[in-house]
């Protein structure tokens, strides 16, 4: 892909690629007020919206349609069909579905509308020409990111807002620095706010600053972020966690570039471009009504799905590579490690290959892997004592025998906490030597239910 066959063109608030890849599906409204309407998913880029909202790329103009309908995510040779819990559901060859897989030459019926899908035989589109393995200090060289850098190019060159969507420990605050560096704000303020880190109550005055006396404690007055990034880049991780009250005054910002600090009169002027990230579905919580559409629409100018490292081919050994350089530059990577590496799941994602790469050069390798625990200790820590495993292992199948057994739930939860509260106080005990003080200490609670839950694991 180049810069000259690849233009971006904006479809109402997000900026889509024209022309992707050489294969994926190509889906055609058959019948319907759009019938002839037809629009391409390939996989490993953005999913694709259909609904009558004008940010779906499909857009239909069918009254039994919902603003946003569904979701169509092409993955390998697949594509998946969500339905974004519309009003009249989502039929896949007639059978109602929520969540499913579609083949070639299927049909999904969606209110009166009829959409085709057949495979994409754009043969004449040129393969996707290699762009390195990292945008700035995001790293990776799958074919999903090789496909996503030359927009990442123009989208940091532009002043739209941007949203970056991807699960947790993806990468998503590496890629906003990154976008901030590309762009012609690079020399200016580069601010973060996480708004998960702060109670609502906070985040306006973090966000917005405050005057002095405007609250209890605000003894001094206060800028706020949009303030401190005010001719940079603000990028806001987690917006989807941000209060629902909020949002239309976050909205204002963004609309009419200027703001009140909480307690204030005066308006402030702010140039200030936005990044936000979020874990979690917005599409989905602007239909539940926990994100506001106009905010979404606003800041999704320019919008990003970063892919799960385990839809990222390659990518675990070059990160893996990279972090031990980093981390260990004197030492050779172990090919056992790598292999293994290569060949887990990585919930955590990118965080975690990091996370563990770091623990494993730390104690030179001491710290033992869950798998490479031995059987019927699943979990034992190393380091520590057999009587410590012992209560571990004693633990783990008493909670097998719950999880296998026939009692009623609120039965068995009485005893899963007992059993959890046995197992704590053993293990307390015997890593003081029977001290009851520096064990209450240790599980912070005091001496009295110490001894109190002590009896009762006795009697058990």
Same mark, same amino acid.
């Not at 209890?216 to 303030?227: A, K, L, N």
């Not at 874990?279 to 100018?301: C, K, N, P, S, Y």
């Not at 033992?368 to 004693?394: F, I, Q």
């Given at each position: ?7 971006? +063109? ?21 019948? #319907? ?30 009254? *039994? ?8 995510? #092409? ?26 897989? $579609?083949?070639? =030459? ?7 509308? +009829? ?20 945008? @700035? =200090? ?5 074919? *999903? ?32 620095? $990154? ?34 006396? $405007?609250?209890? @404690? ?12 005010? =001719? =940079? ?156 495993? #012992? ?31 046995? $197992? ?6 015997? *890593?003081?030597? @029977? ?26």
């Amino acid at each position: 892909m180049s810069g000259k066959d690849e233009p971006v +063109t904006t479809s109402t608030q997000r900026y889509v690629p024209i022309r992707q890849l050489s294969s994926g599906f190509q889906l055609r409204v058959e019948c #319907g007020p759009d019938a002839g309407a037809s629009i391409s998913v390939d996989p490993g880029l953005d999913a694709i919206l259909v609904g009558t909202s004008s940010v779906c790329q499909l857009r239909l103009t069918d009254p *039994e349609v919902s603003r946003r309908h569904l979701r169509l995510e #092409g993955e390998g040779t697949r594509l998946r069909v969500t339905d974004l819990n519309s009003t009249n559901g989502t039929r896949l060859e007639g059978v109602a579905v929520q969540d499913a897989w $579609a083949e070639a =030459g299927q049909c999904l019926t969606l209110g009166a509308t +009829t959409i085709r899908v057949a495979v994409s035989q754009d043969a004449a589109a040129p393969a996707p020409a290699r762009h390195g393995d990292r945008f @700035g =200090g995001f790293l990776g060289g799958c074919p *999903e990111l090789q496909r996503l850098y030359p927009l990442l190019g123009r989208l940091a060159e532009s002043d739209v807002s941007i949203v970056i969507e991807g699960e947790t420990g993806t990468g998503k605050e590496v890629l906003a620095e $990154a976008l901030h560096e590309h762009s012609s704000r690079s020399n200016k303020p580069y601010v973060v706010l996480d708004c998960t880190t702060l109670p609502a109550n906070l985040i306006e005055a973090e966000l917005f600053g405050h005057e002095r006396g $405007a609250f209890t @404690g605000s003894v001094t007055q206060r800028r706020g972020v949009f303030e401190e990034a005010h =001719g =940079g880049t603000l990028f806001i991780d987690e917006i989807g966690d941000l209060d629902l009250s909020l949002q239309p005054k976050l909205l204002r910002v963004l609309e009419r570039g200027e703001l009140r600090r909480v307690g204030g009169n005066q308006l402030i002027h702010v140039d200030v471009r936005v990044i936000a990230a979020t874990r979690r579905d917005l599409d989905h919580a602007v239909e539940q009504g926990t994100f506001r559409d106009d905010l979404f629409h606003r800041l999704a100018i320019g919008r990003v799905s970063l892919p799960p490292l385990r839809k990222r081919p390659g990518d675990i050994a070059l990160l893996a590579r990279h972090f031990w350089r980093e981390l260990s530059p004197h030492k050779a990577l172990p090919a056992r490690l790598l292999e293994r590496w290569e060949s887990d799941s990585w919930p955590g994602n990118v965080r975690e290959l990091r996370n563990t790469i770091a623990r494993h050069v730390a104690t030179d390798g001491l710290a033992m892997e869950p798998d490479e625990a031995p059987s019927g200790l699943a979990a034992a820590d190393a380091t520590a004592s057999p009587e410590v495993n #012992g209560v571990l292992e004693s633990a783990l199948a008493e909670l097998k025998g719950l999880l296998w057994s026939q009692e009623p739930i609120p039965v068995a939860r009485v005893k899963l906490l007992e059993n959890y509260q046995k $197992a704590r106080v053993k293990r307390a005990l015997l *890593e003081h030597d @029977g001290a009851v003080d520096a064990a209450a200490q240790s599980l912070g609670i005091g001496k009295r239910y110490l001894h109190m839950l002590k009896s009762g694991a006795r009697k058990r």
